[in-house]
């Protein structure tokens, strides 16, 4: 018997439960995998409460873990049993002491990266590389701006923007999480509680402002992040932590400089085995060599029985880079 976590409906972190289950076999093109860690990301909080319905319903949560590799699918040559791996966009129900996960949307884990820091960057750091590296691609010397600094796709942002040379401008919500982005490698911090965004990037920029904003935090952030840019700027709205971004007049880009907006997801990016496997290798060189480091706080770790509680502190803002649970 395996434990997962699911639910029946949409809600609050009260609608996930535990239950045990038997795993079926994996599939032809399938791995099945002992998930020793799993990454808690926040977007599993929009599927869980119906911003983004999941295909069946009651469903699993979930789509990232690192394990160990215990039965492969017929069709499966590039991974065999006993391989250490990291997956994440797998099918809902990574939440989950096993899982059967299409063997494209896993990578083999170099052994200087533990089950832990593989879980709690794969998701995020596919996602930093494709924000940074391809969406818009962040020269030495740029400053840009990047909502949610000390999160867990914000920690791992402000040290690739680092190691890019580049200088990022995170908001963050509390002094606390102002000092953990700096340690990161912020070049400056914003309070978002307490200050004006876009009059302080105005002031960082001494009037410039910036040629493209990265934006997670959606409703509260949009038009703020909209005032942060050039003529012509790139807003890469990515994300909805405050709500979804609804009901947009399009005129307001003519009216803010003739700006640019695109809302990008990591499986418009990384969708191939190819790809995946590019993105991955740079992510991994990068946490094994020690540039990107992935330490999760003990508070942020859970037993996977206690994914109620690790919703409850995400979505309470509670949470410095990334959060785990552990089956
Ligand atoms: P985080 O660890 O960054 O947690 C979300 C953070 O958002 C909070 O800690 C909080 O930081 C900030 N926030 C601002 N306003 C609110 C609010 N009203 N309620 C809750 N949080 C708020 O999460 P992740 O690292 O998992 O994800 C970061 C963002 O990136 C999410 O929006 C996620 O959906 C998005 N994402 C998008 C992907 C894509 O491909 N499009 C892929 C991966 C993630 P603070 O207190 O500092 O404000």
């Known amino acids: 018997m395996a434990t997962r976590i699911e639910f029946h409906k949409h809600g609050g972190p009260e609608v996930l439960k535990a239950v045990e289950f038997t795993p079926v076999a994996p599939g032809e093109n399938e791995i099945q995998v002992e998930n020793k860690a799993i990454g808690i ?17 009651p469903s699993g949560l ?15 040559k590039h991974i065999k049993e006993g391989d250490r791996v990291v997956y994440a966009q797998s099918p809902l129900g990574a939440y989950s002491s096993i899982h059967n996960v299409p063997a494209d949307k896993a990578a083999i884990l170099p052994n200087a990266i533990s089950f832990e820091q593989a879980a709690a960057s794969f998701l995020k750091g596919l996602t930093v590389y494709y924000l940074l590296r391809k969406t818009y691609e962040i020269k030495p010397d740029e400053q840009f701006l990047f909502h949610a600094a000390a999160g867990g796709v914000g920690l791992i942002a402000c040290q690739w923007a680092k190691a890019l040379g580049a200088k990022l401008i995170g908001t963050v919500g509390s002094a606390q999480k102002a000092q953990r982005a700096l340690q990161a490698g912020a070049w400056q911090v914003i309070n978002y509680r307490e200050e004006s965004i876009a009059e302080r990037v105005k002031e960082i920029t001494n009037g410039k402002k910036l040629r493209v904003v990265y934006d997670s935090v959606g409703k ?18 990515f994300g909805n932590a405050s709500g979804a971004v609804t009901g947009v007049n399009l005129g307001i880009l003519n009216q803010k400089g003739s700006l640019y907006v695109t809302r990008p997801s990591l499986q418009g990016y990384i969708t191939t085995r190819d790809e995946l496997t590019e993105a991955s290798n740079e992510l991994f060189s990068l946490i094994a060599s020690g540039v990107i480091k992935v330490d999760v706080a003990e508070a942020q770790k859970y037993p996977l029985s206690d994914a109620q509680r690790a919703h409850e502190v995400l979505e309470s803002r509670g949470t410095q880079g990334s959060s785990l649970l552990i089956p």
């Not at 990301?41 to 319903?57: A, H, V």
């Not at 160990?68 to 069709?75: A, F, P, T």
């Not at 703020?224 to 790139?234: P, T």
Request: proline share 6%.
């Open 62 to 76: 979930g789509t990232e873990a690192a394990g160990v590799v215990v039965k492969i699918g017929s069709g499966v």
């Open 41 to 57: 990301n926040y977007i599993d909080t929009y599927i869980r409460g119906g911003l983004y319905p999941p295909p069946t319903m």
């Open 220 to 237: 509260d952030t949009w038009e703020a992040s909209l005032d942060c840019l050039q003529r012509r700027g790139l807003m890469v709205s």
